[in-house]
């Protein structure tokens, strides 16, 4: 049973670009959130996709956008890219119809924005 | 924001002693979660505790919550080389499944 798979593993992008980051959720899972964590610090919620519709989001904006497809696959994607944004981008998937359980998280891309 | 405070920030010790690492946490919960980061790379999901609980247990770790002090421990008995990870707490409000996490503690065991 493949876990969460993300891809692309690391990524360097310039300055106004736009970049999007994929998640694979586990099998038998059907939400899938986002999280961004800064070197030392630890994963802030970007947004939370269930049913293929964004359920909770954080606080960030609306440069982070993010889809979920009908496999429950999700996609993260950013735009005009600021060098704040370099960073490990963590996805995390579990079953939504139990709230409040565990998350099982992917090896994260890591951004770099030059 | 961070929801919690993890205290201390860097914890080193010698195999086979123990380890404790606090978290503390300003809102109302409905669980608390422990997670391992090895290398900056994806967490791992280490114990889960409701409001309900007082204690849990799972191998060599130990977990308390008190929701009247807010706070809770990860206790991580006879350590040992491969426990050297960044260690943090989140937690869960309401009816969702977002995770507010900590600031973690980076714990060093060494041989």
């Known amino acids: 049973d493949a876990g969460v798979t993300q891809s692309p593993t690391h990524l360097i992008k310039t300055r106004g670009q736009q970049v999007t980051l994929r998640c694979s959720p586990k099998?038998?899972?059907?939400?899938v959130s986002w999280y961004q964590q800064a070197l030392g610090q630890g994963p802030q919620f970007i947004f939370q996709?269930?049913?293929?519709?964004?359920?909770q989001r954080g606080n960030f904006p609306d440069r982070f956008s993010g889809h979920q497809f009908p496999n429950y696959s999700s996609e993260l994607n950013v735009n005009a890219l600021l060098l704040g944004d370099s960073a490990l981008y963590l996805c995390?998937?579990?079953?939504?119809?139990?709230?409040?359980?565990?998350?099982?998280f992917g090896q994260g891309t890591r951004l770099t924005v030059v | 924001s961070q929801q919690g405070e993890e205290d201390p920030q860097a914890l080193s010790i010698q195999e086979g002693e123990n380890a404790t690492m606090n978290c503390s946490y300003k809102?109302?919960?409905?669980?608390l979660q422990w997670y391992r980061q090895n290398s900056g790379r994806g967490l791992v999901h280490l114990i889960l505790?409701?409001?309900?609980?007082r204690e849990k247990h799972s191998g060599r770790l130990r977990v308390t919550l008190d929701t009247s002090k807010k706070s809770s421990s990860l206790l991580i008995t006879a350590s040992r080389a491969a426990d050297t990870a960044s260690y943090f707490c989140?937690?869960?409000?309401?009816?969702?499944?977002?995770?507010?996490f900590g600031t973690g503690t980076q714990l060093k065991v060494e041989l």
């Open positions: 995390a998937s579990s079953w939504g119809g139990a709230r409040g359980t565990e998350a099982f």
């Open positions: 099998s038998g899972h059907d939400t």
């Open positions: 989140a937690t869960v409000t309401g009816g969702g499944n977002k995770l507010t």
């Open positions: 809102t109302s919960i409905n669980n």
């Open positions: 996709y269930y049913e293929e519709e964004e359920r």
């Open positions: 505790i409701r409001s309900n609980e």
